[in-house]
Each structure stands twice: as C-alpha cells, then as structure tokens.
C-alpha cells in the first residue's frame, strides 16, 4: 500500500534539530521524499507498523506532529501531480 508520511518538528532548540533529521533520515531509509516533510512510501502493513513505531520512539509528541495517509493499493487514481519535479513510479527501481 501506499503511505503518505507527512511531519512537523518544531526545530526551536539543538534537539528539535536532531530529531528532524533523524526523523527524515529514518523516511529516507523507507520512501521517496516528493517535498521538504513529505514522503511517499510502498509499505506492507507490518512495514508501516515498523516504521510508525519507529518514528514515535523519536519525535516529541508534545512539540512535534506525524501523519500517516493510507493510499492503499489503488494509490494511481488517487494522486495528481501539476508543477515542478516530476513524480515518480514508487513500483519502479529506485536509483539512489
């Protein structure tokens, strides 16, 4: 399925520094980065699980905030694209 992970860490101090880039580095690992705070990922369930789980033992749930969005398996007709950086196939080889 597809997961949009989108998140919000309040970078006020060194530490909010540090679990943002942890936080992006553990989305990197996961998916596709189509903006600054926003991932797209082709997860299973227990994959998203492991990742969410992942991600809360990180952020700060009272300055930061996580969303997942469940695109499911149909995700092709639910996603529009207009403007800059062209998408990309998340079933694709994945170059890095």
């Given at each position: 399925?597809?997961?949009?992970?989108?998140?919000?860490?309040?970078?006020?101090?060194?530490?909010?520094?540090k679990r943002l880039r942890r936080v992006a580095?553990?989305?990197v690992?996961?998916?596709q980065r189509v903006q600054c705070s926003v991932f797209e990922c082709l997860l299973d369930t227990a994959q998203c699980k492991l990742?969410?789980?992942s991600?809360?033992?990180?952020?700060?749930?009272?300055k930061d905030s996580l969303r997942f969005y469940y695109?499911?398996?149909n995700y092709?007709?639910?996603?529009?694209?207009?403007?800059?950086?062209?998408?990309?196939?998340?079933?694709?080889?994945?170059i890095l």
């Open positions: 399925m597809l997961v949009l992970i989108t998140y919000d860490v309040n970078t006020e101090d060194a530490a909010g520094k580095k553990e989305c690992k996961n998916g990742l969410q789980a991600l809360l033992k990180i952020i700060d749930t009272n695109l499911g398996k092709k007709t639910r996603i529009e694209h207009f403007g800059a950086k062209a998408g990309y196939d998340p079933e694709g080889t994945l």
